[in-house]
Structures are given as C-alpha cells and as structure tokens.
C-alpha cells in the first residue's frame, strides 16, 4: 500500500510534478538546456530573497555541502552543529583534510549568536557551517541574531544548511548576509530526491580562487564559472528530469503564493505543537521549534517502531527518533504539500493505535 509520507524527506509528491519528471530530454549543450535553467535561478531567487548566483548539482543536498567546506576554507572552518547534519559536515570538512573545529551544543539547543561571537572572536578561521533548520532535533537556529555577529567578520564566508527548511519557511539570504545557502529537492520543496540548489555570493567566489584544491565534480567554483561562461550550463549533464520538474513545481509555489505557503506551513506546525504538548513533550528548546517538523519525546515508553508498523497497515508513516534518539523521540514531518485536514488524519490514528485520550 502507499502510504502518505509524514517524514522529513522524502515528502510526497503531487501527481503532476511526478509526470514532469517524465518530460521528454532534451540536449544539455542545447539552447533549451540553458533557458530551463535560467528560469529555474530566475524563481528560485525569489524563493531564496537573493540576488546571488543559483547553482545547481546532480546530489543531493551533502554534495553541495561537502563542496562548500571544501571549495570555500582557505584558513580553518568553524563548524557549528545542533545535531546529527552539523556532526556530518564536520565529517565531510575533515574527510576532505580541511582544516575544521566542531562546535556542538546540547542536542534540542540552538546555536547561540553569543558562541559564534566567541569563536570567530579568536579570528582562527574564515568559514562558518550553521545548520538552520536541525532535521535530527527540530531546532530552528535564530540566524537573525546570528546575522547580527556576522557583520563584524565580514572576511568570514557563512555557509547555511536550509536543506530541511527552504521553501517551507522565509529565509532571507542576502539580509542575513549568507553567502552559501544549500538546500536540495526531497524537503519542503515538495521534489523527487537527486537535485540539491545552493546560492554562491561574490565573497564566496573570491575566496574559493584562493583555494588550491576544490575537488572536482562539487567544485562550486567550476560550478559557477560554467554557468557564467557557457549560458547557464554545467561541466557535467545534470539531471534534466529533475530540472523541469523544479521549474514546474516553482511556477506552483509562486502560484500559491510564497507568503501563503509559509503561513500554510506555520498553521500545521501549529497543530502538531499543541497535540504534542497535549499528549507528549516537545523534544526541542521552545522559541527554537522548527517549523517544517516537530520532534516530541516518547514521554510514554512505547515502541515507536511497533507505531509506525501499525500506521504502515493504515497508510502513513511517521519518523522515530534520529541516531541516539531512536526510541526516546518521534518526528512528524509537516513541509511541502501538507495540509492541516492531513496531519489531523494522521494525529487521529495515532491517538487511536496508542489509546491516547
Ligand atoms: C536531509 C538533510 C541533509 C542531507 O541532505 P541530503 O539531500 O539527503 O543529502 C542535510 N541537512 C539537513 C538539515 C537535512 O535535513
């Protein structure tokens, strides 16, 4: 049976973005191929409030992640992690022998601006990694007040994961002064896994010259310089099936009206808050709630993994708990195409199977 996704990725897909997918190809060298992905920047500029270059690669979100620590640290980066997707970008700096510190705070805690003053305050590095939206702990990082810090370091290249957040909630690149901003498909953009989207600024540009070796296939800087000198195309093909479809599904996130469709987000992130403080817990650090998914503490000792067997044979299925957070924690997704009357359904089975009242 298919079962209707309320998972943090991959998220269901509409129909008629599926049938895009299916489009008929088209050269990648060809004049279409650059006029699909001028288009696609065009929109997504408008979703990422940037004036910036859009660059895309044929990965998902990780790829553009490891490129950007790689591509973009010439002294030491500063890798800050509220859970298991900042650890990772630890991993990839360090993988690619970049030189890198992790600072990690209590998993539910946010990233405080008062940490990132402190670090950058040693003036040993000149990039930063933020997670804005933490998949594995429902935290939304306060990068407002981050921004703030950040104007006193202007020679510090700021790289944002918006992987789980984009296009689910306003996130104001260029005010916030982010000069990578990486986000891919299978999230709140209500896509197919396989592509991933990130922003590149100026200073990003400049600092990835001065960087000797940058990898190959997620070189951001051989990213963007082929987009600039060859009209909007890429060294490698890149995924023509998930680019009409992008476009496609931007022209309906435009229709919907991106104000209404963060509002739309927010109203079921709501809902799922208040049902979970009804029954449960909120795992995370209130004023810090994610709003394209809410992680709750198992306060009542079930298996969560016996739950979602039983939500399987009625047609949903929910997240357990991250890593070390298995059993003692559940997540509700709530991005892309979710509406209220679904996630009510959903809550509805759940008080149902577990006999919550
Ligand atoms: C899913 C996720 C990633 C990894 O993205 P992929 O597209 O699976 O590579 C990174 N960061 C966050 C916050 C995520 O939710």
Redesign the pocket.
């Known amino acids: 049976m298919q079962k209707k996704l309320f998972i ?2 991959p998220v269901d897909v509409t129909e008629d973005v599926l049938q895009k997918m299916a489009t008929p190809m088209i050269g990648h060298r060809s004049k279409e191929a650059s006029a699909l992905q001028r288009g696609i920047s065009d929109k997504m500029r408008k979703v990422f409030n940037t004036k910036e270059e859009i660059i895309l690669s044929t990965s ?3 790829g553009l ?1 490891e490129g950007a620590v790689r591509s973009c640290t010439a002294k030491r980066a500063a890798v800050f992690s509220v859970g298991a ?1 900042g650890n990772r970008w630890y991993e990839m700096a360090t993988a690619n022998n970049v030189p890198a510190d992790k600072f990690e705070v209590e998993w539910g805690t946010p990233t405080t601006p008062e940490l990132v003053d402190k670090t950058l305050a040693t003036g040993k590095y000149d990039l930063i990694c933020i ?1 804005h ?3 594995s702990t429902g935290i939304m990082n306060p990068v407002e007040e981050i921004a703030e810090v950040m104007k006193k370091y202007p020679e510090v290249v700021y790289c944002l ?1 918006t ?2 957040s984009m296009g689910g909630t306003n996130i104001e690149v260029d005010k916030l002064g982010v000069d990578i901003c990486i986000t ?1 498909t ?2 709140a953009l209500s896509l197919p ?1 396989g592509l ?1 989207i990130c922003s590149m600024s100026q200073k990003a540009v400049e600092r990835a010259k001065t960087v000797p070796h940058r990898g190959l296939y997620f070189d951001l800087l051989a990213l963007y310089d082929y987009i600039q000198k060859k009209d909007y195309q890429y060294p490698s093909t890149p995924s023509l099936s998930h680019m009409f479809a992008l476009d496609y599904q931007l022209d309906k996130m435009l229709a919907e009206g991106l104000d209404n469709r963060y509002r739309r987000h927010l109203e079921c992130a709501e809902l799922v808050r208040e049902w979970a403080r009804k029954y449960f817990e909120i795992f995370t650090m209130e004023g810090y709630l994610s709003n394209t998914l809410t992680v709750i503490k198992n306060t009542k000792g079930f298996s969560v993994g016996d739950l979602n067997k039983e939500l399987g044979n009625r047609g949903y299925q929910i997240s357990n708990g991250y890593g070390k957070l298995k059993e003692n924690t559940f997540r509700i997704a709530h991005m892309a195409e979710c509406s209220k009357e679904g996630l009510e359904a959903l809550l509805r089975e759940i008080e149902d199977i577990l006999g919550l009242k």
């Open positions: 943090p990725g998902s979100g990780s992640m997707f997670t939206n933490e998949t994961d992987v789980s891919s299978q999230k896994p991933a």
